[in-house]
């Protein structure tokens, strides 16, 4: 594959560099030189100044292959940090997350949809602050917040374009609020499409690989990742698959459509369901007038598999409209691998996975070409959080610059940081 000249800007090769470090875990420089195509005198350079910035560590000597042993060199994981907070409409998960993707320390809390955003998030600042106390990371070493959430949104502006939890929330400048509250950079992104990308990070898929994720949190979304970066479309609102309609006699969406996924398949539509089964909802002690859809969907997931047949009839019709649109993802992007996230697929994901796998296997348009697996996310139920954080990472190292020094520059100084609003004081 020709190589755009934009690898030619000094940050790209260290970018490219540190990535592909990243995927091989350890290398060397002269496998560095043939992976990414670039001179030993290049790899030579770029290696020394990730040494001195701390960002990767030499690990021992590889095997020989005539001359003298080579060094290898891999991540050095407690060198920076990523936060990534999954605002979803009830709950919050806010993760720390090493260089290498792995989750350092977590918290979550509830109540997000009953306040306004001007009380909401300074209260996610607080608790973002009082995690990175409890372990024991330094500001300095964080390169800045992934806030992710659900659709529609304006990721350039940082704001999101739904009402949702409240009319308050729409329009809202939730990732400038969020950023001056904690004087550090927030970008903000599809839970989805962050949930996704973390698979790729955590090395769980084939680089090459173009794959698809089903997120299913409250609501059902979706992302598309093609050779290690997310498929973004004109305005970052793409697979948006809960948003797809599957009837058009249906009826009309909150979104503007008519016959949504999401209104038929989605937790809250499974819950609805259950409610209309009077033993069903009586067995599970259903709560008609509850607001904690995820809980009481995971009563009904719980249900199914403990072999209850209403409850496992319900998981399995919302399956099968999931496997439908798993199909119209796979055979409009031609995909080898669906990955399921989100917290929904938790409890029941198994049967998810078995129901989407078979309406795949027999109806997926390339399935005589190559088949179409569905994996489970492997960072389960907080893939969306964990997500943000390595968007973070990845918007900061592999696509932009990374050392401490360049995070003053203003934000669009580099066009892989454009959506990253810079750290602004309070009061500014
Ligand atoms: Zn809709």
């Excluded at 042993?69 to 979803?88: C, D, F, I, K, S």
């Excluded at 260089?99 to 998030?121: E, I, K, Q, Y």
């Excluded at 996704?196 to 997120?215: H, Q």
Aim: with cysteine.
């Amino acid at each position: 594959m020709a190589r755009s000249p934009v690898w030619a800007s000094r940050s790209k090769t260290r970018g490219l560099v540190l990535d592909v470090i990243r995927a091989a875990r350890t290398i060397s420089r002269v496998e560095l030189a043939a992976a990414t195509g670039l001179t030993g005198a290049t790899i030579s350079e770029v290696v020394r100044e990730l040494l001195g910035d701390g960002l990767v560590v030499e690990v021992g000597r590889g095997a020989s292959t005539g001359g003298k042993p080579r060094t290898l060199v891999q991540l050095n994981p407690p060198a920076r940090y990523g936060v990534g907070v999954q605002l979803e409409r009830n709950a919050c998960v806010i993760v720390l997350v090493d260089l290498a993707g792995r989750p350092v320390a977590r918290t979550s809390f509830h109540g997000v949809a009953s306040m306004p955003p001007d009380r909401a998030l300074p209260l996610v600042a607080s608790q973002v602050d009082a995690l990175l106390t409890t372990a024991a990371v330094e500001r300095a070493k964080v390169l800045g917040v992934g806030l992710v959430s659900y659709g529609p949104q304006d990721r350039s502006a940082g704001v999101l374009l739904t009402p949702q939890p409240t009319e308050e929330w729409c329009d809202y400048p939730v990732a400038g609020r969020l950023s001056e509250s904690l004087g550090l950079p927030v970008l903000l992104d599809n839970d989805a499409a962050a949930a996704a990308i973390a698979e790729y990070w955590m090395g769980a898929v084939d680089p090459r690989s173009t794959y698809g994720c089903i997120y299913m949190a409250t609501g059902i979304g979706g992302g598309v990742v093609v050779a290690g970066e997310v498929y973004r479309g004109s305005s970052s609102n793409t697979a948006e698959i809960g948003h797809v309609s599957i009837d058009v006699h249906g009826d009309e969406c909150t979104c503007g459509n008519i016959g949504c996924l999401e209104n038929y398949a989605g937790p809250s539509a499974v819950v609805r369901q259950a409610l209309a089964t009077p033993g069903l909802a009586r067995r599970l002690a259903l709560d008609p007038a509850g607001d904690d859809v995820l809980t009481e969907f995971s009563r009904i997931a719980a249900a199914a598999n403990a072999g209850d047949a209403e409850a496992r009839g319900l998981v399995e019709r919302s399956a099968r409209y999931l496997g439908h649109a798993a199909v119209t993802v796979a055979v409009l992007f031609d995909l080898d691998t669906i990955v399921l996230a989100g917290q929904s697929f938790a409890v029941a994901g198994s049967i998810y996975q078995a129901v989407i796998q078979q309406q795949l296997d027999r109806r997926s348009f390339a399935r005589r070409a190559h088949p179409v697996r569905v994996v489970p996310s492997v960072n389960g139920s907080d893939a969306a959080a964990i997500g943000g954080a390595v968007l973070v990472l990845q918007n900061e190292l592999t696509l932009g610059r990374g050392r401490p020094e360049d995070r003053s520059a203003p934000a669009g100084a580099n066009e892989a940081r454009d959506h990253l609003l810079p750290a602004r004081s309070t009061g500014q």
